[in-house]
């Protein structure tokens, strides 16, 4: 039972407070680290598991399908049955789900523990969000959303690094047992000390079907791309791949026809939103392609360690955990249109350098010479263009769909991502045993990068074509209030802003002064 204040009377500077944030702290960073740090791993997994790379990308690409699949969702059920309650279900949920993936004895075991990972963190990553904003006093808000995402930021900057002393360590299982004592932690915390709380205004029937067709839709997908180097073009993949196309139009004509829908198509109406999660897409396509394959290419190639490939891309993480602040006050100083031009060429260019990677980078001088000039421009390009994204999502729709828009963001950056991990393999031509053959990789690396590149500028071209500095009355409009961050996998949620001290979590809706909203609960 909570000792805690009720919801929105807690301070920051309290002993509650403190335990508000650690509890959702802990509950994000296990997701934020699972996103991250299993590309480290996966050369150790399959060599030890004895798997392809098909069975590698699906070991990234399961825990991504139910996570983009059903955040959206997972964010309404906190609302309708109590944001505590269905965090710590998401908790439970996913450290289960990681023993699981740890004591897993082949890859389909550790594939299928994966998916039910994702479907923990669905529950948890809206919830942690949602509990820091229903807890706390309305003028403490802003400052504990801050804390949480920029004490996230460090989780996810140090997860690759953290993720690698794992792996040349006690073993890959561990980057998943971690997740145990966590959840140990963090339920206690969570029972005793952080207030329940619903949205009285949360209504109507969950889009259930509309989140099982999404994830079928971007299953069969993924299915189709991974199998087709194996397979070529055979009925199951070219079925697979159909029933996705058809099964996506099946969930776009539900959607537009459904009274509540999980993705309600009228906050597509804004161009200026529509045009921001096209680049969106370009930007986190790219991106999870590369940390994908730029692990596997620091360890199969250049000879480095787990902890070494991980310590090597750290520069990119932490170059946005210092500096996404200053960049989102500069967007908003001087439009996004800009930013978000020159941000994905500068990321571009440090896909480019990362060619330069071969067998003596894993020295010193290699890795000044070679690596670090790489991961240190794609992270000044990551600074420059995902803080103003964010803010350019918020501030073309409505205030009160702020948090809906961010979830949609959101799950559309990491769809995208899932869509690259299954594709950019098999439009490099990428074999099946290609990890395990230095040579073989990095011929095929050498083919991935520029495409990963070519969908940053082609993002480039989007944003500068269609993205406009907003109108003075949009100043009324949402800003990002999570303004430290590391979004390699996504971009941050953001909550919704408070009105009379309630408000939606990303995914949940809310009808304001009488007036329906598309997308409740």
């Not at 697979?240 to 993705?263: H, I, K, S, W």
């Not at 571009?348 to 060619?355: F, K, Y």
């Not at 790489?374 to 390009?381: H, I, M, Q, S, T």
């Not at 953001?494 to 990303?506: A, S």
Request: hydrophobic residues 50%; contains cysteine; neutral net charge.
């Amino acid at each position: 039972m909570s000792d805690a204040a009720g919801p929105g009377a807690i301070r920051v500077a309290s002993a509650a407070g403190r335990r508000v944030v650690l509890t959702t702290v802990l509950g994000s960073s296990m997701v934020m680290l699972d996103s991250t740090v299993i590309n480290v791993a996966l050369p150790r997994i399959g060599k030890d598991l004895g798997t392809d790379l098909a069975a590698l990308q699906w070991t990234v690409n399961a825990y991504m399908l139910t996570l983009a699949g059903l955040i959206l969702l997972g964010g309404s059920l906190g609302d309708r049955y109590g944001r505590r309650r269905v965090f710590v279900v998401g908790v439970v949920w996913f450290a289960a789900a990681s023993a699981l993936c740890g004591l897993a004895p082949n890859a389909a075991v550790l594939i299928a523990a994966r998916a039910l990972q994702g479907v923990g963190g669905a529950l948890l990553t809206p919830g942690s969000l949602a509990l820091i904003q229903a807890s706390f006093h309305p003028d403490d808000r802003a400052r504990a959303v801050g804390l949480w995402s920029g004490l996230g930021g460090v989780g996810a900057a140090v997860g690759p690094f953290v993720g690698g002393w794992l792996v040349d360590g006690p073993g890959w299982r561990w980057v998943f047992l971690l997740n145990v004592p966590l959840a140990a932690v963090c339920v206690p915390v969570a029972l005793r000390h952080v207030p329940e709380s619903r949205d009285p205004h949360a209504r109507g029937r969950f889009d259930v079907l509309g989140a099982v067709l999404a994830a079928l839709a971007l299953a069969l997908v993924t299915y189709a791309l991974i199998e087709a180097p194996g397979q070529g073009a055979s009925g199951t993949v070219i079925g697979a791949a159909v029933g996705g196309v058809l099964l996506g139009a099946v969930f776009v004509r539900v959607e537009r026809t459904r009274a509540e829908p999980m993705l309600p198509p009228s906050v597509f109406e804004s161009r200026q939103f529509t045009a921001v999660n096209v680049i969106t897409l370009c930007v986190y396509a790219a991106l999870g392609g590369y940390f994908f394959l730029a692990a596997i290419q620091l360890q199969v190639v250049a000879g480095y360690s787990a902890l070494g490939a991980g310590t090597a891309l750290l520069p990119s993480t932490v170059l946005m955990l210092l500096f996404s602040a200053a960049s989102g006050e500069l967007g908003q100083r001087i439009g996004p249109r800009i930013p978000l031009t020159v941000g994905p060429l500068i990321a571009a260019a440090g896909m480019l350098l990362m060619l330069r990677i071969g067998p003596g980078s894993a020295s010193v001088p290699g890795y000044l010479a070679d690596v670090l000039p790489a991961v240190a421009v794609l992270g000044v390009g990551l600074v420059t263009l995902v803080a103003p994204l964010t803010a350019t999502v918020l501030a073309s729709v409505d205030t009160a769909r702020a948090g809906l828009a961010s979830g949609i963001n959101n799950a559309a950056a990491r769809a995208a991502g899932l869509i690259a991990v299954a594709a950019l393999p098999l439009l490099a031509g990428m074999g099946p045993e290609a990890y395990r053959n230095a040579d073989e990789f990095a011929a095929t690396f050498h083919r991935a990068m520029p495409m990963c590149a070519g969908l940053l500028v082609l993002g480039a071209g989007i944003a500068w074509a269609t993205v406009r500095t907003p109108a003075p009355a949009a100043e009324e409009r949402a800003r990002p209030e999570c303004a430290v961050h590391c979004g390699i996998a996504a971009p941050p949620l953001e909550p919704t802003p408070e009105e009379d001290g309630r408000g939606d979590g990303p995914g949940g809706g809310r009808e304001d002064a009488g007036k329906a909203e598309d997308g409740t609960g």
